[in-house]
């Protein structure tokens, strides 16, 4: 099949407007009579499920955790992007356009990104009239903040929580369609397969995660919206929960996996402290403002370090190698994240780690305490303020600044960062490729659509700061409501879809064989023995940098994991209980078949390009010499897998880029 | 160090429950009390009986999903934080901790340490909204100019991360700071005074009907809210109350 991103003619500017100028309607009397089921109650489906219920349609929502609240989206901290310009320093639809497909390193479809930063600022209006506190300065107007990669202050947030308190928008907006009935909540229920019927989407298979019931729900158009994968990597900053076994499952009836291999490796996260480790913790971006990055230079003091016999304040000025000011003069410790991320590699991998497990760089505040302290000594006029003094004084402003951080900290490590440096390290935090879509947010099934983390379409091969929160509200609240209903218009006199047909019950039946397989296999091995050693095969040689060789092993070592798998795993219990263990097999059983193909889809990639870094890809000589090296001639284009029985034999469908709006330049931060 | 956990173990919610010995050995100190469960749980599993049923998700303190009652305190000994945000290094080495779920009737177990938490729900869904519909065309969001001082007070309620440890911690297993965090959020903002009788005549309805219990001012939630929601939340749901009945 050939792929249609059915981005609509015109200049980019008009393309939104004109399309919905053009759309078919579903007039309001017949929206009562359309279903539409959503999975996944984060950002994007939760805010797609109440506008989709508030014009009209019956909205059948699915979640596994017990309230839409707690979807992983409440985690995110920094903020979100819209192009208001409230600052009115020059920012614009288009330069948040512009910014954002540069910071995927171009390889993001241009029309989606420009739509999206086209509503951006509708979403601020929206969730303001919704009741959502974003911090405002002392007039009562919003304020803003700046983040990585981009010259203007277009972040909106909400204290260190605006993840939470977006996600709370979209919960009340949700709330207020439960109680008329209009949403259908199933909370703690899982989607293990979607159906087609004469080729369309029609509905889902899904658990009762209390009582183990196996039940099939039918719709007129079903809506994924189940985030992203990073959990393949067993260790990442996402919750325990989320996985990849909707977007999975989908891929397996036909929608295009895109991308798979980009994945943004966030570089200030709390190291691992040992074996047990069950996740891992961000500190939010902001900390770069004001943290300088640093490993020790000698090789006898980073032992001496691991050692105990020295502290890391012992260290003077010239014992300390600040690799990034050293490598990136011009943007220094705010290079973007992937810059930052292969930088700490490649100090730990040459052995400068700082910690017990090598894999730990400081970031250090030492600075900024004296700079903001002497600046707060002159504002107080103290003359001639000794050390201590400047200190304290330094530390006020850092603590009303990054305090609820630096008590995180302390909290998990058990150190003061305000008298020793924290010490941080890389970490898997989110996942830029996903399920294909076109225009219309549609996958490659008709009547199937995937929408916010979920999906591939708007971050290329790099997210910017702030921009998850964006893209997820503008496909839920402003782009899918839209779309959908040119689809559905012609689903006006179809009726009710029946849940007894052959399709679902084959789809049933199929579900409902592998949970008994697992629960009766009675093999010698946990779940998370096998989601270990996935994870560690994904890190070595999926991770940071890649290269041929270790690709091409993942793929057979991954495929050797996922064999013993399907011999080896025990899951205690039984399949009509509330039984975690087999929630945790079925979804590692996806990761397994994912790996593989992420694996696959990075060997075919020969070049560098955002969070993906070839290693046989980079710059050998001039000044960048060693950086990553993208390859436009050859690699303008978004990989699109077609599933055929197995991960490894997956079909590569390419589209190709065009940038007519944009000049495609290589990113230096030097 | 080596413990001992006594844990409470239900098989579903009809099952009568039972708290149930267990030793776990070689726990670091720098784990965090979900991970030594993990290890409980691994050694459980290979030994083919059932793991302890628990919440969790986020592992941060955010999403408000895990709810463990431990050594008689919600979210166990330490302040301002969740179950999964606890420490070992709060214990020594031969302690025994006990294990139990949130208990309220409101809560119903559904299994071991997991509750029942959708009354907080039908809570939410009673009121805890402002009546806007998605258009695309809403004012501009600076058209309102809000107080600083009010827009921050807002945002410190909205902090609730629904939890549930204010009902489990009370005596009477009251829901009140829960409430009226979320009736101050939008009785502080102009846009949520438009609905604010109603709102808050609705949400206390659903509360009692629920079966929470009342307030006697204890503030024994407060001292266990791992957001540090204040008092002063229930004080303003009270006026709002009053107000609303003149
Ligand atoms: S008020 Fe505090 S204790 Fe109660 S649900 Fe909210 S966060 Fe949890
Ligand atoms: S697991 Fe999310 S708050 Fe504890």
Known sequence: MALDSRVPKGPIKDKWTDYKNKINLVNPANKRHIDVIVVGTGLAGGSAAATLAELGYNVKAFAYQDSPRRAHSIAAQGGINAAKNYQGDGDSTYRLFYDTVKGGDYRSREANVYRLAEVSANIIDQCVAQGVPFARDYGGLLDNRSFGGVLVSRTFYAKGQTGQQLLLGAYSAMNRQIARGKIEMFNRHEMLDVVKVDGKARGIIARNLITGEIERHSAHAVVVATGGYGNVYFLSTNAMGSNVTAAWKIHKKGAYFANPCYTQIHPTCIPRSGDYQSKLTLMSESLRNDGRIWVPKNMEDVMAIREGRKKPTDLSEDERDYYLERRYPAFGNLVPRDVASRAAKERCDAGYGVNATGEAVYLDFAAAFDRYGTEQAKIHNITNPSKEKIKELGQEIVKAKYGNLFQMYEKIIDQNPYETPMMIYPAVHYTMGGVWVDYNLMTTVPGLYCIGEANFSDHGANRLGASALMQGLADGYFVLPYTIGDYLADDIRTGPISTDSKEFEEAEKEVKDKIEFFVNNKGTKSVDYFHKKLGKVMWDKCGMSRNAQGLKEAMVEIKAIREEFWKEVSVPGSSNEMNPELEKAGRVADFLELGELFAKDALVREESCGGHFREESAELDGPQKGEAKRNDKDFAFVSAWEFKGEPGDAVLHKEELEFKDIELKQRSYK | ?246
């Open chain 2, 1 to 246: 160090m080596n413990l001992t956990l006594k844990i409470w173990r239900q098989k579903d919610s009809s099952s009568k429950g039972q708290m149930v010995d267990y030793k776990v050995t070689d726990i670091s100190e720098h784990m965090s009390f979900l991970e030594m469960m993990d290890v409980l749980n691994e050694q459980l599993v290979n030994t083919g009986e059932e793991p302890v049923a628990f919440d969790h998700d986020c592992r941060e303190g955010i999403c408000g999903m895990c709810s463990m009652y431990i050594n008689g305190e919600a979210h166990g000994p330490d302040r301002g934080i969740t179950t999964c945000q606890l420490h070992m290094r709060m214990f020594k080495d031969g302690d025994t901790i006990t294990i139990e779920p949130f208990r309220a009737a409101a809560f119903p177990v559904i299994k071991d340490l997991v509750v029942d938490r959708t009354s907080f729900e039908r809570i939410q869904q009673a009121g805890g909204f402002i009546s806007v519909n998605t258009s695309g065309n809403t004012q501009d969001a600076n058209s309102i100019p809000i107080s600083k001082i009010a827009a921050d007070e807002a945002m410190d309620a909205a902090t609730c991360i629904g939890c549930g440890a204010c009902v489990a911690t009370c005596k009477n297993s009251s829901a009140m700071l829960f409430v009226g965090a979320k009736v101050s959020q939008y009785a502080l903002l102009p846009q949520g005074r438009v609905e604010a009788t109603e709102r808050v005549q609705n949400m206390v309805a659903q509360m009692d009907l629920e079966g929470f219990g009342n307030c006697t001012n204890t503030g024994a939630c407060e001292v266990e809210c791992p957001k540090g929601i204040s008092l002063d939340n229930i004080a303003r749901m009270n006026r709002e109350l009053m107000k609303a009945s003149v």
